[in-house]
């Protein structure tokens, strides 16, 4: 049984660029949440997707969207590409019957803007 | 709003050697809390959590976290520690406790360095 999958693994790209980082979730998962975590920091909620719709949303810029789509699998957009958008993105899937504690994380975009 | 402080940046423990993590929280009720542990270049892997009933819970790789409400504390603990426990552990808090709609609020980590 696969876990969370996330692509790339890795990516390189230059300011001002667009990003499209993806997650397929843990089979039998239905919810997508989405973590930025910066180098010597812990993860920081960006949003989290359910039934195709964003439910909850982190203080973050509107550069940040996402979507999630009828197979439950999610990306995350980044436009206008800042430096500080460096980080390690993950992706964690749970399920609406499972409550607060079945979150499972995938292992992550490592993201470098140059 | 929540919030996780994890007062440690970095403990140096030798191998076989007890260990504590400390994490304090803030949350206006009651917390449902989490210890992850991270790898370099992993994802978080969830070592325990606690959300009501008995304050001592297990977890996997023989660690246990004791919750104390009146110091608002979720502290880690392992009795003897192996060099593969080096790593990276977070605190965690997560708000609608009761849904999977909450979201995380992490600490910034204790990087854990064990010594042969």
């Known amino acids: 049984d696969a876990g969370v999958t996330q692509s790339p693994t890795h990516l390189i790209k230059t300011r001002g660029q667009q990003v499209t980082l993806r997650c397929s979730p843990k089979?039998?998962?239905?919810?997508v949440s989405w973590y930025q975590q910066a180098l010597g920091q812990g993860p920081q909620f960006i949003f989290q997707?359910?039934?195709?719709?964003?439910?909850q949303r982190g203080n973050f810029p509107d550069r940040f969207s996402g979507h999630q789509f009828p197979n439950y699998s999610s990306e995350l957009n980044v436009n206008a590409l800042l430096l500080g958008d460096s980080a390690l993105y993950l992706c964690?899937?749970?399920?609406?019957?499972?409550?607060?504690?079945?979150?499972?994380f995938g292992s992550g975009t490592r993201l470098t803007v140059v | 709003a929540q919030s996780v402080t994890q007062p440690d940046i970095h403990i140096t423990v030798s191998e076989g050697a007890s260990l504590e993590l400390r994490c304090n929280y803030s949350?206006?009720?009651?917390?449902?809390l989490f210890w992850y542990v991270q790898s370099p270049g992993q994802g978080l892997q969830l070592l325990l959590k606690?959300?009501?009933?008995?304050?001592l819970v297990q977890g996997i790789k023989g660690f246990e976290a004791e919750f104390k409400r009146s110091q608002s504390s979720f502290n880690l603990r392992k009795p003897s520690v192996h060099w593969s426990d080096a790593a990276e552990y977070f605190c965690?808090?997560?708000?609608?406790?009761?849904?999977?709609?909450?979201?995380?609020?992490f600490g910034d980590g204790t990087t854990l360095t064990v010594k042969p």
């Open positions: 964690a899937s749970s399920s609406t019957g499972q409550g607060a504690g079945g979150y499972t």
């Open positions: 089979s039998g998962h239905d919810t």
């Open positions: 997707y359910y039934e195709e719709e964003e439910r």
């Open positions: 949350y206006g009720a009651t917390p449902y």
């Open positions: 606690y959300f009501s009933g008995d304050t």
């Open positions: 965690a808090v997560v708000d609608l406790p009761n849904t999977n709609a909450g979201k995380s609020t």
